[in-house]
């Protein structure tokens, strides 16, 4: 079977990482996260992981996106629009006082507390987080970018989307509409789960459909700079300490796993056996994190990579 990859549109360097079980998948959703998402894979009986070797790019197929409902439950987690994240605390520093911003995907509108000397705008289409913005006074409208990009080229001095890119289906397009948006000697910043960090092995429900559609890797933001004729590009990789129990989590299961002699499915695995490993280990994951007393005692790459360009 031929897999064109969503960014060169081309099948020859895509290769079969995992295949994924769809019923285990289904319930890890619903167990671990009280969701419904049976849904969503009506109809699909395959659902693989993909690498494309040429970009760097991981991605699934088919890639099964979430729908209002499913993001409508995750927005009611406490934990999943974070006001104070690294990443932004990183790209504030790229944006100077005045300057035009526009913030694609921007949930509650939690960035633009840290450029409060910006004018502000952000697209979404979350009716809680439009809500909760507006609540706030922060500008937000409800556009595609595709259109809004078509509708305002090169009006904006920084566009950003901050985790969105790994959520859309037509990565490239994406993309484009952001550089579309952004000013001759304007500025870019994308972030999105480091592919090959410690997200990508730690068996994360919500680094798969219909949550997490690709995987990003440092190669691919080359790619993607070259294939804009971008500049200037800086990576930025925020440290594991935000996560630091989750990371823990990861090699505490790994490593009961190779205690037992027990091999889990490397993307899901959501078999009774991982279940109790992960019960199993919990105390093991505590005790790694609470050991970590020094930045040089965890992995220097944590979740997430910040991608800089300037047009």
């Given amino acids: 079977m031929l897999w064109p990859s969503p960014l060169t549109g081309r099948p020859e360097y895509v290769g079969l990482v995992a295949e994924i079980d769809i019923a285990q998948l ?3 959703y619903r167990s671990r996260l009280g969701i419904d998402v049976t849904r969503l894979f009506a109809g699909v009986d395959r659902l693989c992981l993909l690498r494309d070797a040429e970009t760097g790019l991981s991605f699934f197929s088919p890639p099964v996106v979430g729908d209002v409902a499913f993001y409508d439950a995750l927005a009611l987690r406490h934990d999943y ?29 939690l960035f633009r ?22 609540a706030r006074n922060i500008p937000m409208l409800r556009r595609d970018v595709h259109e809004f990009a078509d509708a305002n080229p090169a009006a904006f001095d920084v566009t950003c989307a901050f985790q969105v890119l790994e959520h859309v289906v037509e990565p490239l397009e994406f993309v484009a509409s952001l550089v579309r948006l952004t000013k001759p000697g304007g500025t870019i910043l994308i972030s999105t789960p480091n592919g090959e960090a410690y997200i990508a092995r730690n068996r994360d429900l919500l680094n798969v459909p219909p949550h997490h559609v690709t995987w990003w890797e440092d190669m691919t933001w080359t790619w993607l700079q070259q294939r804009f004729g971008l500049c200037g590009l800086q990576l930025h990789h925020t440290p594991v300490d935000e996560c630091l129990i989750e990371w823990a989590r990861m090699v505490a299961v790994d490593g009961l796993a190779a205690l037992l002699d027990l091999k889990l499915h490397a993307v899901v695995d959501e078999t009774p056996m991982r279940h109790r490993i992960d019960a199993l280990a919990e105390h093991t994951a505590r005790i790694i994190a609470s050991g970590v007393r020094h930045r040089m005692d965890a992995p220097p790459v944590g979740h997430t990579t910040l991608a800089v360009f300037s047009r």
């Fill in 113 to 134: 507390d840290h450029v409060p000397g910006a004018d502000f705008l952000g697209l979404e289409f979350n009716d809680a987080a439009l809500a909760h913005a507006a």
């Fill in 26 to 28: 289904a319930g890890g």
């Fill in 81 to 109: 629009y974070r006001a104070d994240k690294a990443e932004y605390r990183i790209a504030r520093d790229y944006v100077r006082p005045g300057a035009r911003i526009c913030e694609v995907g921007a949930g509650f509108g």
